[in-house]
């Protein structure tokens, strides 16, 4: 067998200058002397036989070798933190998660879905339990993921990590709203024309969201530019803002289900053709599974079947709204 010269704790310096860009920065965040900090880099440097870093001023920035050990360094690291679980507390490694979700996931699907994880895994019997949820738009979560700082990931929208393994989940429609006093509903029978659209005020989530980046893809094409908008990094006060009449929103149909069985908020019918978007869960491919990351998988597996089944026989608003129209012109 070969023997290993390089040590967990140069490759925890290692991944630390590479997030923070400095030996000073990095030496605070992993609670060691600057000094010690670089002698422990230079040291990784040497074993290896080349540089990890260019030099930029005062600033540090990885270069082709560090780029490539990155994720192999997360990947031992993460390894060897598991480990370290294990041998403290078993029980609880077999319980404790780290999980993320984008902002419409987290806040209005994965609440029941933590609630059945911690039934079926006997958390409440167990003498100490801890894991850990993150919310974030999914370009954060994905990067989490990517950095090994989250087991598992749910997204609402496309993951450009290369890193993670990506596994189709949920559909989850996207419904165009407004108060019922805006005009564009004051002739419900009469869709607004492209037009009236691009002339109205959107409310719109942040570049790098799930749901901004499929609003995009759906609305762009017809409409080439939102003329004038207002960014949020909330699905929440978006609906509370179209809620008060301020603008149109185009959001998923779980963040708007209260707002439209109480009224607040009526689907507009518009030209455009209905929208549904795929959510995904995705994981680092190099991460190691646990007894609660296995069980939480089987449980999206679960879910997805279960969803599939309520969504099949419901038709999309679009459709429903286009059927409500045609029975109203038919009457006499």
């Known amino acids: 067998m070969t023997a290993l010269h390089l040590s967990l704790r140069q490759l925890q310096v290692f991944t630390a200058v ?158 165009i709203v407004a108060a019922p006093s805006h005009a564009l509903l004051a002739e419900p029978r009469r869709p607004p024309s492209l037009q009236q659209l691009r002339e109205q005020l ?10 901004r980046e499929a609003t995009d893809q759906w609305l762009l094409p017809q409409l080439h530019a939102y003329q004038r908008s207002v960014e949020l990094n909330s699905s929440e006060a978006i609906k509370r803002l179209a809620v008060a009449g301020l603008g149109l929103a185009c959001l998923s149909r779980w963040v708007l289900a209260d707002a439209l069985a109480a009224g607040q908020l009526q689907v507009l019918a518009t030209p455009l053709p209905a929208r549904s978007r795929p959510c995904y869960w995705v994981r680092h491919r190099g991460k190691q599974s646990t007894p609660a990351l296995q069980a939480f998988i089987a449980l999206l597996g679960e879910a997805a079947a279960g969803k599939a089944g309520a969504q099949s026989g419901r038709k999309p608003a679009s459709a429903a709204a286009s059927s409500s129209r045609r029975k109203a012109s038919a009457k006499p």
């Not at 959107?202 to 749901?211: K, Q, S």
């Open 202 to 211: 959107w409310l719109l989530r942040e570049p790098g969201a799930g749901t």
């Open 18 to 175: 590479a997030r923070s860009g400095s030996t000073t920065a990095a030496s605070e965040a992993i609670a060691l002397s600057q000094s010690a900090t670089s002698s422990a880099l230079k040291q990784l440097e040497r074993l290896l036989g080349q540089p990890l870093f260019d030099r930029v001023g005062k600033r540090l920035q990885l270069n082709e070798n560090g780029r490539s050990l990155l994720p192999r360094a997360l990947a031992l690291l993460d390894g060897a933190a598991d480990v370290q679980a294990l041998a403290r507390r078993r029980d609880v490694q077999a319980q404790a998660l780290r999980i993320g979700a984008s902002t419409t996931l987290g806040s209005y699907v994965l609440p029941d879905l933590l609630a059945r994880f911690y039934a079926q895994q006997q958390a409440a019997a167990a003498p100490s339990w801890a894991s850990r949820l993150s919310i974030a738009n999914t370009a954060q979560i994905c990067r989490a993921v990517a950095r090994f700082e989250l087991d598992i990931g749910l997204i609402e929208g496309p993951c450009h990590e290369p890193d993670l393994a990506v596994q189709p989940w949920l559909r989850d429609e996207l419904l």
